[in-house]
């Protein structure tokens, strides 16, 4: 909107000297013309400043998508921004910065998972646990209509795992999964 070293509100405007910090932000694209765009755009809308980008093509992530990694750099109070900025924007955000995602989770989810849109059940995971699916291990040994199993490693944010576990928990009732759940620490 306005000049971005314009003397004033500094809560508007990106620190250039001293205050700018690097970070890494890891996302999972989808293989479509113009993600990498879609994805990079919020970024500078919020104040960052590309400093790399390595656009893993030859990788498929386990939900087969593109691993990128971008190095940015912004003042700290900006990085929140450019992160939700992204998401935003649709893009999957694996990991951003030290700060984000501190804690992984592993859960089991046994029944008709292909039959019941297994990446559907992963979007929603994704979205109403506010975590990042990082693997998935799918065993189907009566094939794609029967019962099948899948271990899940998820990403989450440092202390969050009760309210991410509980998130699990309600989306496999609704689509009638059993939730083996990791025990937690400090329970007998």
Request: aromatic share 2%.
């Amino acid at each position: 909107m306005g000049d971005d070293r314009a003397d004033g509100d500094d809560s508007d405007e990106p620190e250039t000297d001293g205050g700018v910090r690097a970070y890494t932000v890891r996302l999972e694209l989808v293989d479509e013309p113009g993600e990498l765009l879609r994805a990079l755009a919020p970024i500078a809308d919020n104040g960052g400043n590309l400093l790399s980008i390595h656009h893993e093509r030859g990788n498929i992530t386990p939900r087969g998508h593109i691993p990128v990694e971008v190095d940015l750099e912004c003042p700290p109070d900006r990085f929140d921004d450019v992160v939700e900025g992204v998401r935003d924007a649709g893009v999957n955000v694996i990991q951003a910065g030290a700060e984000h995602y501190g804690e992984e989770i592993n859960v089991v989810l046994v029944g008709h998972l292909v039959e019941n849109d297994l990446s559907g059940t992963l979007s929603r995971i994704e979205a109403e646990a506010d975590a990042v699916v990082l693997d998935l291990s799918l065993a189907a040994p009566e094939g794609t209509d029967g019962v099948a199993s899948a271990r899940v490693r998820l990403a989450i944010d440092s202390g969050r795992s009760t309210e991410a576990l509980e998130s699990i928990r309600s989306i496999g009732a609704e689509k009638d999964l059993t939730v083996v759940e990791p025990l937690l620490g400090g329970e007998a």
